[in-house]
């Protein structure tokens, strides 16, 4: 089991930026992003490995950067300019070959 604390949402203004960090309870191999907003699926925002290989969905790249502490075994979401759009709840995940875990998720508001 991983557990996944994650914090840093809130409400901020379109352009503005927030920072989203995520601490796993153990080392894994792949961490990263999901958002869903009501009646929507969960999407991908953006995924990175132990190696630092990274995945952005198209409508953050150039906006929104992951990154990673290995030894803090913490991920980080720095999400900038951010648009109306990008309002959701935002879901900590994480990987191994074996198993998939979500964190408890945090909100993101963007406001006009």
Do not use: H
Request: charged share 15%; proline share 1%.
């Amino acid at each position: 089991q991983v557990q996944l604390v994650e914090s840093g949402g809130g409400l901020v203004q379109a352009g503005g930026s927030l920072r989203l960090s995520c601490a796993a309870s153990r080392s894994i191999f792949k961490m990263g992003w999901y958002r869903q907003v009501p009646g929507k699926q969960r999407e991908l925002v953006a995924t990175i490995t132990s190696g630092g290989t990274t995945n952005y969905a198209d409508s953050v790249k150039g906006r929104f950067t992951i990154s990673r502490d290995n030894a803090k075994i913490t991920v980080y979401l720095q999400m900038n300019s951010l648009k109306t759009e990008d309002t959701a709840v935002y879901y900590c995940n994480a990987q191994d070959f074996a198993s998939g875990y979500w964190g408890q998720g945090t909100q993101v508001t963007v406001s006009s």
